[in-house]
């Protein structure tokens, strides 16, 4: 496998997706953070930020992007909670070790599509764990109601999915004017 180092142009463009991503959540959170119903945040900000992802990983097709990414937006999330951060960064760097082993890179056309639909899904178990671990509280009594968890589970998935759609269908007509 060739070696395919980011550029300073690359690690500056993640950045300022990783702060778009963040003022997208600055958008949605606040909707949601009163709810303590496991899932709900996950899906509140999954069109959102697959959106941005789907933009940002036709820009930038390197594997560590999307650890990168996480890294960066959890280095902002850990000041409100450490949870976060862990969520963000493993997803990252999850999504993009599973891309690896099914791709091998985002050369694929459906590596980068593939990558952003699981990247939103992905914080949900992480976002248990981690929970679980920082808090010491069993899983049990994080997820309350199971089954109202498990539909937004597949809503977080259903809308991971429209975000991508949407996102690819901005980036590649960015790519037509030039701009990506």
Do not use: C
Not at 50 to 75: D, E, P, Q, W, Y
Not at 87 to 97: C, D
Request: no cysteine.
């Amino acid at each position: 496998m060739k070696r395919n180092p980011f550029t300073v142009k690359d690690v500056v463009f993640i950045a300022i997706l990783s702060a778009a991503i963040t003022i997208a959540g600055l958008l949605t959170m606040p909707l949601v953070m009163s709810v303590t119903l496991f899932g709900v945040r996950n899906m509140a900000s999954a069109f959102l930020y697959t959106v941005l992802i789907a933009i940002g990983l036709l820009k930038v097709k390197k594997l560590g992007t999307l650890t990168l990414v996480g890294l960066l937006h959890g280095s902002v999330l850990i000041m409100m909670a450490p949870v976060m951060f862990w969520t963000m960064f493993l997803a990252g760097l999850l999504t993009e070790l599973v891309v690896l082993l099914v791709f091998r890179n985002y050369d694929h056309e459906k590596a980068i599509p593939f990558a952003t639909i699981l990247f939103i899904p992905m914080t949900i178990p992480l976002t248990l764990i981690t929970s679980s671990i920082v808090h010491g509280i069993p899983i049990q009594e994080i997820v309350e109601k199971p089954m109202i968890s498990l539909v937004l589970v597949f809503l977080t998935l259903g809308l991971s999915l429209i975000g991508t759609n949407v996102g690819m269908k901005i980036g590649k007509e960015l790519r037509k004017a030039g701009k990506l």
